[in-house]
């Protein structure tokens, strides 16, 4: 059975882009950029990847149509991952030629630990065509191999998202405890804070704000060198907040039919998100 929308309303903007733009564009009125979200998990046709080309194609179009302040997030497994690397190579480039030809910019979001090597190979393919104007990816502070990929990373003055990890991994490969995620992300936001020009934060974790805010005032970095970004739904006014403290900030617009997964991953990670879902049914 499939749940009805108004359960995910609360963390996903529209089942479509038509019925998103209300909320974008109220976001872009309150400030904050935004990076949209065509919802969808791993594709293993190619008619499915072709249309996902096209769809991410159709969302940029619909970005410059409406002037709205954002960029797009992408997945791999929506663009052939799991099919061949190289068809999964070609389907990013043209989406990527689009981008370049209209000025926009595309971030490959990270997925699941099996998929860590083979999407930062692409990310540095495409960013050696494309620059850091364009191409952006994003690093997981949970994983053990982002010390190393961060500092190569950061050597390439790459546009870095840096975030927990939403992904259950194990032992083995990643931090499993909340204080070594914690101790991991705020060194690596340093390094991102002497090394690239504007590091991205993706947390609602006041402790990790806190500590790169304090870390900027120490040694008299402008708070307009980094940004803060939110997921749609979540700590809205703590992102305002530190908007008006001038720090640039973002909120990331998930949208699509497809949305049962991202709402699962959401009510999971915190069980007070359970009770946003509850209220927003009683609300009109
Ligand atoms: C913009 C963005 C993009 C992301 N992209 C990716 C990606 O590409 N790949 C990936 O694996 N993961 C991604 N994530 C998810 C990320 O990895 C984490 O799983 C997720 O953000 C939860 O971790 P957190 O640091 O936000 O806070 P949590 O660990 O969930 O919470 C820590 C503390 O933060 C505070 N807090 C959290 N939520 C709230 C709330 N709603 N209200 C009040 N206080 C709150 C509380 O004090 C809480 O104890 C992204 C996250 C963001 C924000």
């Not at 109220?26 to 996902?52: F, K, M, P, V, W």
């Not at 999964?88 to 000025?103: G, P, Q």
């Amino acid at each position: 059975m499939k749940l009805p929308f108004i359960f995910a309303k609360r963390f996903v903007a529209g089942e479509g882009f038509s019925s998103s733009l209300p909320a974008a564009k109220q976001l872009n009125q309150a400030r904050h950029q935004l990076t949209l979200d065509l919802l969808g998990e791993n594709i293993y046709s190619r008619t499915q990847a072709e249309d996902n080309v096209k769809a991410y194609v159709e969302v940029l179009k619909g970005i410059k149509q409406h002037k709205l302040l954002s960029g797009i997030s992408i997945k791999l497994t929506m663009l052939g991952l799991d099919i061949d690397v190289e068809y999964c190579a070609d389907n990013l480039f043209s989406i990527m030629e689009h981008a370049r030809v209209h000025d926009q910019f595309v971030r490959i979001d990270m997925e699941g630990g099996a998929y860590t090597s083979l999407t930062l190979d692409l990310f540095k393919r495409a960013h050696a065509e494309y620059g850091s104007q364009h191409i952006g990816t994003v690093i997981q502070a949970m994983l053990h191999r982002s010390k190393e990929d961060i500092a190569e990373l950061a050597g390439l003055g790459a546009d870095i998202r840096l975030v927990k990890g939403a992904y259950k991994e194990t032992k083995k490969k990643a931090y499993q405890k909340i204080y070594d995620i914690r101790e991991a992300f705020n060194a690596y936001a340093e390094v991102l804070i002497n090394s690239t020009a504007f590091p991205r934060f993706g947390t609602h974790d006041d402790q990790l704000i806190r500590r790169v805010r304090s870390y900027l005032a120490d040694y008299d970095i402008p708070s307009s060198r980094v940004e803060f970004q939110m997921l749609y739904g979540l700590r809205e006014q703590g992102l305002t907040d530190l908007n008006r403290l001038g720090y640039p900030t973002r909120v990331y617009v998930p949208f699509g039919t497809d949305w049962f997964p991202y709402f699962s991953r959401r009510l999971a990670e915190r069980k007070e998100n359970i009770w946003f879902v509850i209220s927003t049914l009683f609300r009109r």
